[in-house]
């Protein structure tokens, strides 16, 4: 390959990134191929292999930013509030994921693939933004919920984070699924993103 600046290497592979989320919002995971994938891009597919190796270490990084824009956001949250009660800190933190629908969807239904057809040091990158995820949760705990011991702190997340890996099916869900539950006979009530985390994060904040 060419050698080619550090701030152009980093825009090609902002790139990929994009092609992948464009063709994620109409195309099923498993069709979406790396060829399909470089049809969408100003580079041919070949050159994509100099950034990624699969199409799951792709999707990987696709997550992993989808992460970095979640802390991004919850960081903003923790800086412009000094104080906040707990059923307000419950709606701040549901506005927050309800802004990530896409994360929530890969969480869902494709997590696993990633992770496992991915090379270790992508995969040791994405870890360090679900960490971040994380720990800056874990900040709006300690700020807005002083009150809270460590073990509540720590039940919390691991309660919540487990907890989001669904959100997406429940909240998200086709006329033709609709049209099943009902010939089921299953009492269901749709719920919106933020109305389904709102809801747990009241429950594990122990808002009336």
């Given at each position: 390959m060419p050698k080619v600046s550090e701030e152009v290497l980093l825009a090609r592979r902002e790139e990929i990134i994009d092609a992948c989320a464009q063709l994620y919002e109409t195309m099923n995971f498993?069709?979406?191929?790396?060829?399909?994938?470089?049809?969408?891009?100003?580079?041919?597919r070949t050159a994509i292999y100099n950034y990624f190796n699969t199409k799951e270490e792709i999707f990987l990084a696709l997550m992993q930013r989808e992460y970095d824009l979640w802390v991004a956001d919850l960081e903003e949250l923790l800086n412009d509030h000094d104080s906040l009660k707990r059923d307000e800190l419950a709606s701040a933190l549901s506005h927050t994921l309800e802004k990530r629908s896409r994360l929530l969807k890969l969480l869902s239904m494709n997590h696993f693939d990633m992770e496992g057809n991915s090379r270790y040091e992508n995969l040791v990158e994405f870890?360090?933004?679900?960490?971040?995820?994380?720990?800056?949760?874990?900040?709006?705990?300690?700020?807005f919920c002083p009150e809270m011991n460590e073990a509540a702190k720590q039940s919390f997340i691991y309660a919540y984070f487990p907890f989001i890996y669904g959100i997406y099916p429940y909240a998200v869900v086709t006329d033709m699924q609709k049209k099943a539950m009902a010939e089921a006979?299953?009492?269901?009530?749709?719920?919106?993103?933020?109305?389904?985390?709102?809801?747990?994060l009241r429950k594990l904040l122990g808002v009336d």
């Open positions: 498993k069709d979406i191929t790396l060829k399909e994938i470089g049809k969408v891009t100003t580079f041919n870890k360090r933004s679900y960490g971040r995820s994380m720990q800056t949760v874990r900040k709006c705990l300690d700020k006979g299953v009492d269901y009530k749709y719920l919106s993103i933020y109305e389904i985390s709102n809801n747990c």
